[in-house]
Structure formats: structure tokens, C-alpha cells
């Protein structure tokens, strides 16, 4: 092999480490817009379609799984150890708002049992009513 096929494989492969690099920074601040956006919606609008944000984080993540398979471990954490460490902050900020949006949800749920369950035993059908309750 001469010197200019030699060197031209050494371009390809810097360009396609470049192209990859870039294209793993554009996926990573995806991801971080995504879970942004959740976050700030679950906080303030009740219509917000969650079905639709997990479609979007998921597409995030299989993009983000094919583009670090050809990665080693050091190469991702050299080159994107600030993107990766503001993600993992932005992630934990939205798992806060998800489970308090749990919470919230089974407090709602809960109330509604109990309101259901306090409707139907209005006393109409109680022991008491038929003469076997015990005093």
C-alpha cells in the first residue's frame, strides 16, 4: 500500500470518528430536550400526552444505542463526559417530577375509591339495616 492510500484510510476512518462524535452530541441534546420539555410539562399542563413523550425518549434512546455500538467507553466519556453529566442531572430532575406525578395520580385515585366506596355504603345495605349487627 503507498503512502496516499495509507493516508487516505487514516482520514476516513478521523472523519468517521468525527461524524460520529458529532452525530452523538446532536443525539445526547435530543435526549436532553426531550426529558426538558417532559419535565417542564408534567409540572405545569394537565393535557400533557406522556404516551407521547416516552415514544420520544425512545426513539432518542435506539439512536443513541446505535451510535455509541462502534464507541469504546473511553472515547464517549472523553468526548462527551459534560453533555453525559448535564443529561444525568436533567434525568434525575424529571424522575423528581414523575414519581411526585405518581404521587399526585394515586392521591387522586385513592380520594376517588374512597368517595366511590363512601357512596355505595350509604348505609342502605348495612347490617344494621337487617338487625344483625352486634351491640
Request: include cysteine; glycine fraction near 6%; aromatic fraction near 4%.
Amino acid at each position: 500500500m503507498d503512502q496516499l492510500e495509507h493516508n487516505s484510510g487514516l482520514m476516513a476512518h478521523s472523519d468517521l470518528t468525527i461524524s460520529r462524535v458529532g452525530s452523538l452530541t446532536a443525539i445526547i441534546n435530543r435526549i436532553e430536550d426531550a426529558v426538558e420539555t417532559e419535565t417542564a410539562a408534567i409540572r405545569t399542563d394537565m393535557n400533557f400526552d406522556l404516551k407521547a413523550s416516552n415514544a420520544r425518549k425512545s426513539r432518542c434512546l435506539y439512536e443513541l444505542n446505535r451510535a455509541i455500538k462502534n464507541i469504546t467507553a473511553e472515547e464517549l466519556v472523553e468526548e462527551h463526559k459534560e453533555g453525559l453529566l448535564r443529561l444525568r442531572g436533567k434525568l434525575e430532575r424529571n424522575e423528581a417530577a414523575l414519581l411526585a406525578h405518581l404521587s399526585a395520580v394515586s392521591e387522586v385515585a385513592n380520594l376517588m375509591k374512597n368517595a366511590i366506596q363512601h357512596a355505595e355504603t350509604d348505609g342502605t345495605y348495612s347490617a344494621g339495616e337487617f338487625g344483625w349487627a352486634k351491640s
